[in-house]
């Protein structure tokens, strides 16, 4: 299976790159009943599971975060919010959002009743009015398969947010790096061939010369 590998080189992207999941939402009551911890849970990432990036003449382009993609992965400080932007409300830092990766992929378990946002938040996930998350990361390695028009997300550098998010979606910058891959990709092939066609030739040519001697 043919790959164009990207190790040390990272396609250019004006903003991070997001992956959508959904979530399940828990509440727990303390030992004197008077507060209530509320949770919202689920794998924010799950491994060699290819997803649609987008549709390019007529084709589709898919990702996979493959499995052992978090090792070495910087993520001693990630926040869970709300589109990505506003108020943070939870984070690794201070021990309400936890991260674990295990064989399935990356769960995500955020605490939202420390602040008044993330209270309104959970009644909203609770309620089915906001039913998707996301998170941004950054990739340090990366193939492309050819025949199945994927790329493999071999390595992420790091995990910068876990997002309650309302229209969950890969931006067009990041649509619009992908294809300038592609073009460029298709660019060299061309190239190359061209090359090697004008190699053949020239040869072609001497061995014509050498045999009117």
């Known amino acids: 299976m043919p790959e164009i590998n990207m190790e040390n080189k990272p396609l250019e992207r004006k903003n991070l790159t997001e992956r959508r ?22 794998y924010a990432s799950v491994f060699d599971s290819p997803t649609v990036l987008f549709e390019y003449d007529g084709k589709e ?25 506003g108020k943070v409300m939870a984070r690794t830092r201070n021990k309400t959002l936890e991260l674990n990766v295990d064989d399935t992929g990356l769960f995500v378990r955020a605490r939202l009743d420390g602040t008044e946002e993330g ?44 997002s309650a ?33 004008r190699l053949a030739e020239r040869r072609t040519a001497l061995i014509e010369r050498l045999s009117k001697r």
């Open 21 to 42: 999941f959904e979530f399940q939402v828990r509440s727990a009551s303390t030992e004197d009943g008077k507060n209530e911890e509320l949770y919202v849970e689920g």
């Open 119 to 162: 209270r309104k938040l959970y009644e909203e996930i609770k309620g089915g009015y906001i039913d998707r998350m996301s998170f941004a990361f950054r990739i340090s390695e990366e193939s492309f398969d050819k025949d199945e028009l994927q790329w493999n997300v071999r390595k992420i550098k790091r995990l910068y947010d876990v």
């Open 61 to 85: 382009y898919k990702e996979q975060i493959c499995r052992g993609a978090f090792e070495g992965c910087q993520m001693s400080d990630v926040i869970f919010n709300y589109n990505h932007s």
């Open 165 to 197: 998010v309302d229209m969950p979606a890969y931006d067009d910058t990041i649509i619009s790096a992908r294809k300038d891959s592609i073009l460029e990709a298709e660019a060299q092939e061309k190239e190359k061939k061209l090359a090697e066609a």
